[in-house]
């Protein structure tokens, strides 16, 4: 069986997050217990609002109705775009997402992107299922710096053609 490299910068670690003393937690993480649940809270309000809004303004009753969409924010590059909030949405698109996220930002070209770039993928060996999966990140800056990206992933109906379907 071929195990697939770590992304950089995680670590596996058999201690359980509960476990962790104040100390160990603040050294892990960089800030205390509090200030961690109010960041994981406002990510996830985030995603959430995200996809919400999304659905709220779609035509298409896959999105609409179904919610056939996720919605996910991903952290730095220096530890690998990890998934920080995932929406409550479908959780089949979680599994693609956060290769996608890297490879697609890498494959553009990070020295490129500029605040407000948004990238779209419906390549299914880069960023999904199939080919209707379309999948839009937009890297997210803070003082010029390149801090992590949010991404919607969604099925299109309609890809456009002669005919629908």
């Known amino acids: 069986m071929v195990q697939a490299p ?3 910068g ?11 003393t104040g100390e160990e937690f603040e050294a892990r993480y960089g800030c ?13 309000h985030i995603v959430s609002h995200m996809c919400n809004q999304l659905r709220i303004r779609s035509f298409s009753p896959i999105l609409r109705d179904v919610a056939d969409l996720c919605g996910i924010l991903s952290g730095p590059e220096s530890l690998g775009y990890p998934m920080v909030a995932v929406s409550e949405t479908l959780p089949l698109f979680y599994g693609s997402v956060p290769d996608a996220v890297p490879l697609v930002l890498h494959e553009y070209g990070l020295d490129k992107l500029r605040p407000g770039d948004s990238l779209l993928v419906n390549d299914y060996y880069r960023a999904g299922t199939h080919l209707n999966d379309v999948c839009q990140i937009r890297p997210l800056f803070y003082k010029g710096e390149q801090i992590g990206a949010v991404t919607i992933r969604a099925h299109m109906t309609d890809m456009g053609g002669l005919v629908m379907g």
Do not use: G, H, V
Not at 15 to 20: G, S
Not at 33 to 40: G, I, Q, S
């Open 6 to 8: 770590e992304r950089p």
């Open 10 to 20: 995680t670590q596996r670690s058999t201690q359980r997050l509960r476990d962790l």
């Open 32 to 44: 205390d217990r509090f200030t961690a649940t109010l960041l994981a809270n406002r990510f996830r």
